[in-house]
């Protein structure tokens, strides 16, 4: 399995920005997907994660209602669409999937997913 991120940018605090992450390749190996974050200098976070079988997705703490995951399996693609951000929101963002879904105390392991996407750049001036 191959994942593209995209869709990031530059953009001002409060603004709204969807990045996108196009899964090639063995598609139908995976199942779950999640978005992680690393901003300059930090550790890479987890940011959300959704189980391409029909479940809500989960977020982290910090989301606070502001992003929100989708997917469109027709497109073999998973959207983290983020509003009101915050300059605290740049950072890399990546996709990662695996073939099985994870348990929620799981979610935020990166060790457990086995394919990633090479990330795509946000960063939010203020």
């Known amino acids: 399995v191959q994942l593209q991120a995209s869709g990031g940018g530059l953009v001002q605090a409060g603004a709204s920005l969807r990045v996108s992450c196009l899964a090639s390749?063995?598609?139908?190996?995976?199942?779950?997907l999640a978005w992680f974050r690393q901003a300059s200098g930090k550790e890479r976070e987890y940011v959300g994660s959704?189980?391409?079988?029909?479940?809500?997705?989960y977020y982290a703490d910090f989301v606070k209602g502001r992003f929100t995951i989708s997917r469109d399996n027709a497109k073999d693609t998973v959207y983290l669409q983020m509003n009101d951000l915050k300059p605290e929101d740049t950072a890399v963002y990546f996709c990662?999937?695996?073939?099985?879904?994870?348990?929620?105390?799981?979610?935020?392991?990166?060790?457990?997913?086995?394919?990633w996407g090479q990330g795509t750049q946000v960063t939010v001036s203020s």
């Open positions: 990662a999937g695996r073939q099985n879904r994870l348990a929620l105390s799981g979610r935020a392991n990166q060790r457990a997913y086995e394919w």
């Open positions: 390749g063995r598609r139908s190996m995976m199942n779950f």
């Open positions: 959704i189980y391409l079988g029909g479940e809500r997705p």
